[in-house]
C-alpha cells in the first residue's frame, strides 16, 4: 500500500494517515495522498487486466494496509454501456450511462462504505456514525455490519423508505429526524461529542477514506475507455463526494502516465429546488451559501451547504465544466422517457444527469458528436414512486 499521508486542500497542512482522522483544523476536508512513482514502478495498466472486477483491483491506489481488514461485498465495476436510442433523441450520437445501480445496497455509496469502513476498521475504530439522505447511511451501515462495527445513522423523515429498513436490517441503529441532512449532521456531532472518542464520525467529507473508494469511478470509466477519458462527466450533486473524487482520480492517473493530458469536462447537477453549488459558480463565488427550504424528488442531492463546496467548485473550474440545476418535472419525465427509449428505471439523481445532458446540448455547450458519461447513481427500484409521479 502506497497511502503516505493527507493533506489539506486549503491551506496545505499534512497529517499523519496512520490515526483516525476528520476534518484538518482550519476546517477543510483532507484527502489522500499516494507515493505515485512507487506506484508506476510496481503496477500497469495492463497488469489490471487479470484482476478482480470490483473496486480493490486498484488496490496500490487505495489505502487499506492490510488485507485482512478489506471489508467487501464485491462493490464496484460497474457497467459503462451506451444509450444510443435516448443520445439520438436529444442530439448526442455519443450517451453513455455508468450504472452504480448494480453495486451492493443498490447504489454508488457502497464504494466509499467500503473504503472508509476497511480503513476505519484498520485504524481502531469500532463504531461508526453519520447523518445521511438514506443511500450513504444504508450502506455504511451494512458494511459497518459485515465488518464487525456498530453503526448509528441519522436521516431526515423524507427519505426513502427502503433506506431505513436497510439500516434496520443491518443491526444499525436508526435514528429519524424532522428536518434536512444539516439536522442530521447537528445531531450526530452531539453523538460523537459525547461518546468520548468511541464514536467515529464518518460524515461526508468529514474523514478522507469515503472519497477513495468513490474516486474509483474515475478509474473505471477511464479502463473502460481503454485508458482514454470521454469528453464530458455529468454528475448528480449534493455532498459532492463523487465529483471530487472522480476529479482526484483523473489527477492521479495523468500524474501516472495512464491516460494522456486531455481533461473530461466535469458537470455538477443539482435541482432547482436545492442548487447551492450551481448559485456559487454563476456567481464565481468560491464558497456556497445555505440554500432555504431545500427540497427536491431527486433527495440524494438535496444538501442545503456542502461542505466539499471549495473541492468540488474547483473541480468544476480546473476541467472548464459547468454547473447547471434542473427541474423536478423534467427529471421525472426524462426519467420515464429513458426507461421507455433504453429498458432501465433510473434513479432520480441520476434522470437529473439525463435532464442536464439534454438542456446542455440544446444551449450548445454540448456538441453533438461529444462523448458524454452520465452517471446512475442508484437503482431506480428503490424509488418506485418515481414512475408514479412521471405521470403513469
Known sequence: MFLTHLSCPRCGAEHDS????????????????????????????????????????YRELLPVRDNTHRVTLGEGWTP??????????????????????????????????????????????????????????????????????????????????????????????????DGLIGDAGKLIAEVVASSAGDVFDAGTLREPYRLEGKKTMGYEICEQLGWRVPDVIIYPTGGGVGLIGIH???????ELGWIGDKVPRLVAVQ????????????????RVSPWPDARTVAFGITVPAPLGDELI??????????????DDAEILADLRAFGAAEG?????????????????????????????????????????ETVGSAGA
Open 271 to 286: 435541482s432547482t429546488g436545492c442548487a447551492p453549488i450551481v448559485r456559487a459558480f454563476e456567481a464565481g463565488e468560491r
Open 248 to 254: 482526484k482520480a483523473l489527477g492521479e492517473l495523468r
Open 313 to 326: 467548485l474547483d473541480a468544476l473550474a480546473d476541467t472548464g465544466g459547468t454547473a447547471i440545476a434542473v
Open 18 to 57: 496512520e490515526a483516525l482522522t476528520n476534518l484538518c483544523s482550519c476546517g477543510s476536508p483532507l484527502l489522500a495522498r499516494y507515493d505515485l512513482d512507487a506506484v508506476r514502478a510496481a503496477v500497469t495498466p495492463a497488469s489490471l487486466a487479470g484482476r478482480s472486477a470490483d473496486l480493490w483491483r
Open 344 to 384: 432501465l428505471l433510473l434513479c432520480p439523481e441520476g434522470a437529473a444527469c439525463l435532464t442536464a445532458a439534454r438542456l446542455l446540448r440544446s444551449s450548445g455547450w454540448l456538441a453533438s458528436t461529444d462523448e458524454v458519461v452520465v452517471l446512475n447513481t442508484g437503482a431506480g427500484i428503490k424509488y418506485p
Open 80 to 177: 459503462l454501456w451506451s444509450a444510443d436510442r435516448f443520445g439520438a433523441a436529444i442530439g448526442l450520437d455519443r450517451l453513455l450511462v455508468k450504472d452504480e445501480g448494480l453495486v451492493p445496497t443498490g447504489s454508488f455509496k457502497a464504494r466509499g462504505a467500503a473504503v472508509g469502513v476497511s480503513r476505519a476498521r484498520e485504524l481502531g475504530a469500532r463504531h461508526v456514525a453519520m447523518p445521511t439522505n438514506g443511500n450513504a447511511g444504508a450502506a455504511w451501515a451494512t458494511y459497518a455490519a459485515r465488518g464487525g462495527l456498530r453503526s448509528t445513522i441519522a436521516m431526515p423523515l423524507g427519505a426513502p423508505m427502503i433506506t431505513r429498513n436497510e439500516v434496520i436490517a443491518a443491526g444499525g441503529e436508526l435514528i429519524l429526524v
